[in-house]
């Protein structure tokens, strides 16, 4: 199969690259602005991958050239991260809506499937939160094909992003109906693994929280809970959600045409704070060495970590009986497993870059 990967230089894609090239069965076309964790994985001199820098919202000529080629186009592109949604609420929307249409615009006009990528953020916040219960004490998996999707205010522009997907969603399903277009949906539920994001000391920007406390625990920067920490998010590690993709991808026996599937773990669940004196744990016990700092937890406003305009998921736990049931999937990885083999990976590139520090001559130091 000839797989168009749009956003391969990301989180998700470059974990996906990186089982189907081990997998060896199809062959891929990596699209991104971005290379540099497809170079680090080695991926780019891989006969089976052809890498494409083309920027989904200019090289319209190129890009539907491509999506003619493409067995099956999977669409990752994105802004991703929450900070984003709330300094560029318009930005979000373009990318996310407008240049992702574009894309479902090709598949349609060329009758190829589409594999798009949405978010758990499509369910919004619980219901139990909306009539002042608390979500703890309120059953609230989330079920792909039954469940409201409950957004905040308009003033609460967060919500751009959740929104955007939820009607490129909407705009799949009526093509569905009226064109004919196979497309299957994914709703990622807080993937975790190595490559995620960046650590914000090395690199500029704001992204999830994940690297933050990373970056608290390698760095010394304070681990900050906004509003106490007290939602929750229940992580799934990148390597369980990637063979639930593949099986999606794969498609056997056309289960997956016209399908959502909500990916997750729904037992791996905690609160951010739980996350942050877990995140604390994990290192003291494996990685900690003489030297490292010793991070300060503090609590922070929304307002004051992202500006005007945040307003948080207070509690997303996945229904996955469909995936299980349609495709056989069984998620593995518990939360502590999740945090350590994530968590090594950002400490083994952190001493090497010690290392390297500490062996380059004192000039270079300086
Ligand atoms: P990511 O930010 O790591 O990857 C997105 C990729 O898109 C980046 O490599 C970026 O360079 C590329 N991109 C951005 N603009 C582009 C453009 N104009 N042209 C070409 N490429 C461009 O994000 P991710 O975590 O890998 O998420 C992938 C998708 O899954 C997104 O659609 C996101 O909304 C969705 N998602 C992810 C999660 C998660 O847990 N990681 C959860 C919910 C939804
Ligand atoms: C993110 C993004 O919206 C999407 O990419 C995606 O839809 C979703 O993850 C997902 O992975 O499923 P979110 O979980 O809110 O959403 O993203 P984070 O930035 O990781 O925030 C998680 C929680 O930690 C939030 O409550 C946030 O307020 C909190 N946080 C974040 C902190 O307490 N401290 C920080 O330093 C950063």
Not at 210 to 233: E, I, Q, W
Not at 240 to 265: M, P, T, Y
Not at 341 to 350: A, N, P, Q
Request: hydrophobic share 40%.
């Amino acid at each position: 199969m000839k797989i168009l990967l749009l956003g391969a230089g990301g989180f998700i894609g470059v974990n996906m690259v990186e089982r189907l090239l081990k997998d060896g069965a199809h062959d891929i076309t990596a699209v991104d602005i971005e290379k540099t964790k497809l170079e680090e994985l080695g991926a780019l001199s891989n006969p089976r991958m052809t890498y494409l820098r083309l920027d989904i919202r200019r090289d319209n000529n190129a890009l539907e050239e491509e999506v003619k080629k493409a067995d099956v186009v999977v669409d990752l592109v994105a802004f991703a991260n929450p900070a984003l949604y709330v300094s560029d609420p318009l930005g979000t929307f373009q990318l996310n809506f407008i240049e992702n249409l574009k894309i479902v615009d090709y598949c349609v006009k060329h009758q190829k499937r589409i594999v798009q990528f949405s978010t758990c953020e499509v369910y919004g916040v619980t219901a139990a939160s909306v009539i002042g219960k608390d979500p703890k004490d309120m059953p609230c998996p989330f079920v792909e094909d039954e469940t409201f999707l409950i957004m905040g205010p308009i003033n609460a522009h967060r919500w751009i992003y959740a929104s955007a997907k939820q009607l490129l969603e909407r705009v799949l399903h009526a093509y569905g109906l009226q064109e004919g277009l196979n497309w299957s949906i994914i709703r990622p539920f807080n993937f975790i693994g190595p490559r995620i994001d960046y650590l914000p000391s090395e690199a500029a920007g704001n992204p999830r929280v994940f690297s933050h406390f990373m970056n608290a625990l390698l760095y010394g920067t304070p681990m900050k809970l906004v509003d106490g920490g007290c939602n929750f998010r229940a992580y799934t590690y990148i390597d369980d959600a990637v063979d639930c993709i593949v099986r999606i991808l794969e498609n056997k026996g056309g289960v997956c045409d016209r399908q959502i599937f909500n990916i997750g773990k729904p037992d791996n669940e905690l609160t951010i704070k739980e996350l942050a004196y877990l995140m604390k744990e994990v290192f003291d016990e494996h990685f900690r060495e003489e030297g490292d700092p010793e991070p300060e937890i503090v609590d922070v406003s929304a307002e004051e970590f992202y500006g005007k305009g945040y307003q948080d998921c207070d509690r997303r736990i996945a229904d996955i009986s469909k995936a299980r049931t349609l495709l056989g999937w069984n998620p593995q990885y518990g939360t502590r497993e999740v945090v350590y083999k994530t968590m090594e990976y950002f400490v083994d590139r952190f001493r090497e870059k010690q290392r390297a520090a500490a062996a380059a001559p004192a000039s270079a130091n300086a």
